[in-house]
């Protein structure tokens, strides 16, 4: 149903599911697979609360799946084969995500610190890190940059993350092209940089990485013409290089784009919050009533 883009039906399928998982843990409260069971479940709903725009419960929900996958991660943490270090810091990494996104800036980055300096560490001392971890390793150096650009006085501190990410995210995609999310989160990186240098008025640089974000999910949305989440990015690429150009007929072009790309996110998951907001903030940026 979430890929349907019925993320509230989904929501409540899953409620149903958590509230049974949570009582079989109370039988038996030491068992590591049932508590594991359970977090990826509070993992998925926080996702599915950040795409409905419900950013108190993701907080509530991702802090609550982070607290079960400690409880059985770190016995298996330098253990490539072992998953519940890896769903940890995906669960942290959301943490911190709906932290910033309600403005609780010093706690995101708390968060971000804490994920990235214990991802580095696994991948140390794996002898071969498994695509997942460097996936998701590099995912918390984009989303720890993206939340100092977010800070005031702190926008250039973000720019060593992103660098390492996007070469990060491109090598995955280089060696896995078969897998959309490889060039998806290379195209996220390199969207957040140019937005980034667009603030610290780099506008060529950002100029650069904003034509090559849009080249990357051009690419995307030719080859997965109903996944919404390509046609966001897309979108909002599309405005940021609006906002970027200094002509007003190519800001205009840009925006007519971007409003396709935004309201075809939209009409693929009405209920996606993140996506109606988008394309809000457009019509409030060109002044033209809402949809």
Same mark, same amino acid.
């Given at each position: 149903?979430?890929? *349907?883009?019925?993320?509230? !039906?989904?929501?409540?399928?899953?409620?149903?599911?958590?509230?049974?998982?949570?009582?079989?843990?109370?039988?038996?409260?030491?068992?590591?697979?049932?508590?594991?069971?359970?977090?990826?479940? *509070?993992?998925?709903?926080?996702? *599915?609360?950040?795409?409905?725009?419900?950013?108190?419960?993701?907080?509530?929900?991702?802090?609550?799946?982070? !607290?079960?996958?400690?409880?059985?991660?770190?016995?298996?943490?330098?253990?490539?084969?072992?998953?519940?270090?890896?769903?940890? +810091?995906?669960?942290?990494?959301?943490?911190?995500?709906?932290?910033?996104?309600?403005?609780r800036f010093d706690d995101a980055l708390a968060v971000h610190d804490w994920v990235v300096e214990r991802f580095a560490g696994i991948i140390k001392l794996q002898t071969a890190a498994t695509r997942h971890y460097l996936l998701e390793y590099h995912r918390a150096q984009a989303e720890r940059a993206w939340t100092l650009a977010r800070m005031p006085n702190r926008h250039a501190s973000g720019l060593a993350d992103l660098d390492? /990410?996007?070469?990060?995210? !491109? &090598?995955? /995609?280089?060696?896995?092209? @078969?897998?959309?999310?490889?060039?998806?989160? @290379?195209?996220? +990186?390199?969207?957040?940089?140019?937005?980034?240098?667009?603030?610290?008025?780099?506008?060529?640089?950002?100029? @650069? %990485?904003?034509?090559?974000?849009?080249?990357?999910?051009?690419?995307?949305?030719?080859?997965?013409?109903?996944?919404?989440?390509?046609?966001?990015? *897309?979108?909002?690429?599309?405005?940021?290089?609006? @906002?970027?150009?200094? %002509?007003?007929?190519?800001? /205009? !072009?840009?925006?007519? &784009? /971007?409003?396709?790309?935004?309201? +075809?996110?939209?009409?693929?998951?009405?209920?996606?919050?993140?996506?109606?907001?988008?394309?809000? %903030?457009?019509?409030?940026?060109?002044?033209?009533? &809402?949809?």
């Amino acid at each position: 149903m979430k890929t *349907l883009g019925r993320l509230k !039906e989904s929501a409540e399928y899953l409620e149903d599911s958590i509230r049974w998982m949570e009582e079989y843990c109370r039988v038996a409260p030491d068992h590591p697979d049932r508590k594991a069971t359970l977090a990826m479940m *509070l993992l998925d709903r926080a996702e *599915l609360d950040y795409l409905l725009g419900r950013f108190a419960e993701t907080e509530r929900h991702a802090r609550r799946a982070t !607290e079960l996958y400690a409880q059985v991660a770190d016995r298996a943490a330098a253990d490539p084969e072992q998953l519940a270090p890896l769903f940890r +810091g995906m669960a942290e990494i959301r943490l911190a995500v709906a932290l910033r996104e309600l403005g609780r800036f010093d706690d995101a980055l708390a968060v971000h610190d804490w994920v990235v300096e214990r991802f580095a560490g696994i991948i140390k001392l794996q002898t071969a890190a498994t695509r997942h971890y460097l996936l998701e390793y590099h995912r918390a150096q984009a989303e720890r940059a993206w939340t100092l650009a977010r800070m005031p006085n702190r926008h250039a501190s973000g720019l060593a993350d992103l660098d390492s /990410a996007i070469v990060g995210f !491109e &090598k995955l /995609a280089r060696q896995f092209p @078969q897998m959309p999310a490889y060039p998806r989160s @290379q195209g996220m +990186g390199t969207l957040y940089r140019g937005q980034l240098k667009a603030l610290l008025g780099q506008r060529e640089a950002a100029a @650069q %990485d904003l034509n090559a974000a849009a080249q990357i999910f051009e690419s995307l949305v030719g080859k997965y013409q109903d996944v919404p989440v390509y046609r966001s990015f *897309l979108g909002q690429t599309y405005v940021a290089l609006g @906002q970027l150009d200094t %002509d007003p007929k190519k800001t /205009a !072009e840009w925006y007519r &784009k /971007a409003r396709e790309m935004l309201a +075809g996110a939209v009409q693929r998951s009405p209920e996606n919050a993140l996506d109606r907001k988008a394309l809000a %903030d457009l019509d409030a940026l060109t002044k033209v009533p &809402k949809l």
